[in-house]
């Protein structure tokens, strides 16, 4: 079973055009080439459709890295869960 | 802080919310007459009214869209102009991925699609905001009281808390479209220089900026 970091790296591969990508959880948009204010909203829309989730604004202003991208993921894939 | 007469400057609370929003969406105006906003995402100026009454209802802060960032000049009891400014990238994230975040979490996906479907063009004249610095953004000074020194007042009230904040900040920025000629000068009579500047020569930029120019203008904090 793929790991949420692994789901999402995939999600980054596919829309950044980056085949063979490798996000680690300290990656950031200043880390990824292509992760910026242009791509940012397909990227997390994907991630979104993908887990079956939604992100509010509060939630959006804390991802300044993977890392906050995964966990919020998680978190928010739990609390569906319960 | 009175500034003159009958004049106080003061931070923008929750009650300056209308009139804050009316000042972003005439500095957006500029000498365009049209919203770059409106145009950008394919939304009406009533529409663009109400998503930033809910983004700067949220609170977040450090991006050009926060409440916290804004001065008023009161004549009275009242709110005669506004200006808002912070220091880009402050909690580890850029105003723009703040800004996007919360035009994504307003807007339909439909005017987010479109966004993305026209942004190559736009992003020709986009300049980063360089973290680290000040940066200002959406003056806005009713036309009645314009030419009494309001601005520069309202540049020196922000720049003195930010300053107070974050002493080892030198450097205050602001982005204007070169053809808005009245922000332009009044940037320069306030002690700001043109730094860089962005231009393109696509004429279809024209259908989302009133010019095909940005300027960054920078003053230097002694």
Known sequence: MQTTLEIITGIFARLLKKPGLKLEMNDSPDTVAGWDSLTHPELITEVEQCFEIEFDFKELAGIKSIADLVQLTDLKQNKNSK | MEIQ??????????????FVVEAIVCAEKGNGNFISYCRLFNISETEFRKVVRKILEAGIRNFEFSLENFKIAMS?????????????????????????????????KESIAYFRSIAPVAEEITIK??????????????EDYRGKNIGKMLVQSLLDDLRAKHPNVGIAQVQVIKQNSVSLQAHLNYGFTIAAEKTSS????????????????EK???
């Open chain 2, 129 to 142: 905001r360089q973290t680290g610095t000040f940066q200002f953004e959406s003056i806005y000074i009713l």
């Open chain 2, 76 to 108: 009275g009891r009242r709110p005669v102009a506004a200006y808002g400014a912070w220091l880009e990238g402050k909690d580890g994230i850029s105003s723009g991925m703040l800004k996007i975040s919360a035009l994504k979490s307003f807007l339909s």
């Open chain 2, 220 to 222: 230097k904090i002694p």
């Open chain 2, 202 to 217: 696509n004429p279809e930029i024209l259908n989302f900026y009133s010019g095909k120019t940005r300027v960054i203008l």
């Open chain 2, 5 to 18: 007469s009958g004049i106080l400057i003061k931070n923008a609370v929750v009650e300056d919310i209308e």
